[in-house]
């Protein structure tokens, strides 16, 4: 019998179009879901990056064939103390034959020192495998805000992000966050209120009618989105936004919530992410908001109860 012979890398430049094409054969349905595989590593290969941190990710190869890859989204945290490196884990496949080589892949990947890792997407199957590679969950579900119901606490004015306008009010590192979202198609906004400004972006569910959901992707602070719900859910209604969503075991004080067990989101590495606090995720880089049937259901069943 031989064996055959497997090389773990990264994903060169030239091989995207490979890659994307091995992708999309593991995950058959993600293209009706929206997931566009060549989009991703388009953007990847256009971001610019710390030295020593993988652009694409990592793939098996044996005889030349590809037999397995996994895309990470690496982005360098830098706000001064620590700086702290944060990877967003994505579509991790390995053809049937080669799976023995599988904790290859992922020990490769999970090798940047200091670093932490994002799983939003882990398939059930997924999550015993995940527990012993040492991801702990981070957020069992998420909290459905209704911001409207917050109270106005001050006079606020909402702007649309501005890549020129902005540059000079917020810090550099907050200005590339916004700008990169913004081009990421998340709804990017500045409150200005008490002589400060305080960014927010949200994924906005595609579609129309009234019962649309915003996913809040990041603010500073979870107590910014408290303070500021109320003028954002005015700066929302027009797009028929209804509702956000936060990722949280806890209830997001301020304004209304009912409870969403859906959307589990797992983590390994010395920097969680808080609250409020989701910027360079893997369905940032998608451009896909989670899927909101389930929190179509409660929201429905909450306004029924009277619970908002």
């Known amino acids: 019998m031989t064996v055959p012979t497997v090389l773990c890398r990264e994903i060169a430049d030239h091989e995207l179009g490979r890659v994307a094409r091995f992708l999309d054969r593991g995950f058959p349905r993600a293209a ?3 997931w566009n595989f060549g989009r991703v590593l388009n953007v990847l290969a256009r971001r610019r990056l710390q030295p020593l941190l993988p652009r694409f990710g990592f793939m098996l190869e044996s005889d030349g064939e590809l037999v397995g890859a996994v895309l990470q989204m690496c982005t360098h945290m830098a706000d001064g103390t620590p700086p702290q490196t944060r990877c967003a884990m994505s579509s991790w496949v390995v053809t049937p034959e080669f799976r023995p080589y ?20 882990p398939a059930a199957h997924t999550v ?9 969950p981070l957020f069992h579900g998420r909290m459905i805000t209704f911001p409207a119901s917050g109270r106005v606490r001050e006079r606020t004015v909402i ?32 409150c200005e209120a008490g ?7 949200f994924m906005l569910q595609s579609g129309r009618g009234p019962m649309r959901i915003a996913h809040l992707m990041y603010c500073r602070h979870i107590d ?10 005015r700066h929302m209604a027009p797009f028929g936004i209804a509702a ?5 075991d806890a209830y997001i004080g301020g304004m209304r919530n009912v409870r969403d067990t859906g959307g589990a989101i797992y983590c390994k590495g010395p920097h969680p ?19 909101v049937s389930v929190v179509r259901t409660l929201l429905r069943s909450a306004l029924r109860r009277h619970a908002i």
């Open 224 to 233: 910014d989105y408290a303070r500021f719900s109320h003028p954002l859910a």
């Open 32 to 34: 009706g879901e929206g």
């Open 195 to 201: 002589g400060g400004t305080y960014p927010f972006v």
């Open 273 to 291: 992410p808080r609250v409020g606090d989701l910027a360079y995720s893997e369905r940032v880089f998608f451009g896909i908001a989670p899927r």
């Open 102 to 121: 599988a904790p290859l892949l992922a020990a490769r990947a999970m090798r940047i020192p200091g670093a932490t890792y994002l799983n939003m997407t």
């Open 128 to 136: 015993p495998i995940l527990e012993a590679q040492g991801y702990q």
């Open 244 to 248: 956000v969503t936060v990722s949280s």
């Open 159 to 190: 702007r649309r992000f501005s890549p020129s306008a902005d540059r000079s009010v917020l810090p550099a590192l907050e200005w590339d966050l916004m700008a990169f979202h913004a081009d990421c198609g998340c709804r990017c906004v500045t």
